[in-house]
Each structure stands twice: as structure tokens, then as C-alpha cells.
Nanobody
Framework: QVQLVESGGGLVQPGGTLRLSCATS????????MRWYRQAPGKERELVAV????????NYADSVKDRFTISRDNAYNSVYLQMNSLKPEDTAVYYC??????????????WGQGTQVTVSS
């Protein structure tokens, strides 16, 4: 059974930091591009960061570049999103997503249930 379970969200003041974790099971993490999305109230879901298993490259939305860092640990089947210098506009539910990019998994997609991040003084 495939599972993606996010944790680490919460309430933080502007300028603060949070580290989100995504614990995965039921699939081979190294065959999947891992992505973090977020959705703020009344807004569409937004792609925040992508980490590919091929070379381990990372890409970010302009709104979070130089503040957020995505990483993975295949040995622990986990993906992380380090969020620094948080702003009120970062407030959203953050979702972990897996997209198959290798033979045998290509096109398969899985989602976590989301974790709330609130940036407020």
C-alpha cells in the first residue's frame, strides 16, 4: 500500500523556519521525482519544489527560490522541505507528491494528505 505522510507543519512567525518531512512507503523512492505543492485558501494548488532522482537536481518556484530547499534520503524513504525566511504569503497546506519517472513506474502519481503551515505574528 502506497503512503505519503507529511509532518512538520505548524504556526511560525515571519522570518522563522520550518522543516517539512514526507515519509513514504509502498514504492521505490529512487524511481520517482518528488515534489512539494502548496495550496492557500481560495487559490489553486502551486508547485513549490521538485527533486529528481536522475542526478538529484532540484527546481523551485520563483516565490520560494533561495529560501526553500528540497532534499531526499532514499535510504530512509523520506523527502524534506527546509523552509527559511518564511513569509505570511507562504501560509498554505503543503502536499508531498511522487511522480514515477523510470521504467516500471513511469506516470504513476501519489499524493500525501497535506500539512498546514501558517506564518503569522
Amino acid at each position: 500500500q502506497v503512503q505519503l505522510v507529511e509532518s512538520g507543519g505548524g504556526l511560525v512567525q515571519p522570518g522563522g523556519t520550518l522543516r517539512l518531512s514526507c515519509a513514504t512507503s509502498g514504492f521505490t523512492l529512487s524511481s520517482y521525482a518528488m515534489r512539494w505543492y502548496r495550496q492557500a485558501p481560495g487559490k489553486e494548488r502551486e508547485l513549490v519544489a521538485v527533486h529528481t532522482p536522475l542526478g538529484g537536481s532540484a527546481n523551485y518556484a520563483d516565490s520560494v527560490k533561495d529560501r526553500f530547499t528540497i532534499s531526499r534520503d532514499n535510504a530512509y524513504n523520506s523527502v524534506y522541505l527546509q523552509m527559511n525566511s518564511l513569509k505570511p504569503e507562504d501560509t498554505a497546506v503543503y502536499y508531498c507528491n511522487a511522480l514515477g519517472v523510470r521504467a516500471g513506474s513511469y506516470g504513476r502519481e501519489y499524493w500525501g494528505q497535506g500539512t498546514q503551515v501558517t506564518v503569522s505574528s
